[in-house]
């Protein structure tokens, strides 16, 4: 059994800053992309920036400059730093990891439960 567990999001002020946190637990034996998504009230769900193994980001272009990927391969763990953060931003966020799990060839897709960011004033 595999888990991602986020924590992080929260109600800020435009022009404000959070941290997600998405750690991964179970029977991983190799983690390979890990990324953060989001979904705002009837709209579709979007890639918000992903990392590789090796370090290689990738990110929206609505939140370059702004937000920045990071991984802690040792602790199964991936955070995303929000700064000046716009209304825009507004979604529930989710955290995604592409994962090998110990006895297996095969890599699967797992999702966190979501975490909410709302960015008012």
């Known amino acids: 059994q595999v888990q991602l567990v986020e924590s992080g999001g929260g109600l800020v002020q435009p022009g404000g800053s959070l941290r997600l946190s998405c750690a991964a637990s179970?029977?991983?034996?190799?983690?390979?992309?890990m990324g953060w998504y989001r979904q705002a009230p009837g709209k579709q769900r979007e890639l918000v920036a992903a990392?590789?193994?090796?370090?290689?980001?990738t990110y929206a272009d609505s939140v370059k400059g702004r937000f920045t990927i990071s991984r802690d391969n040792a602790k199964n763990t991936v955070y995303l730093q929000m700064n000046s953060l716009k209304p825009k931003d507004t979604a529930v966020h989710y955290c995604?990891?592409?994962?090998?799990?110990?006895?297996?060839?095969?890599?699967?897709?797992?999702w966190g439960q979501g975490t909410q960011v709302t960015v008012s004033s």
């Open positions: 179970g029977s991983i034996f190799r983690i390979y992309s």
């Open positions: 995604n990891a592409e994962i090998q799990k110990y006895g297996s060839s095969l890599t699967y897709d797992y």
């Open positions: 990392i590789t193994n090796g370090g290689s980001t």
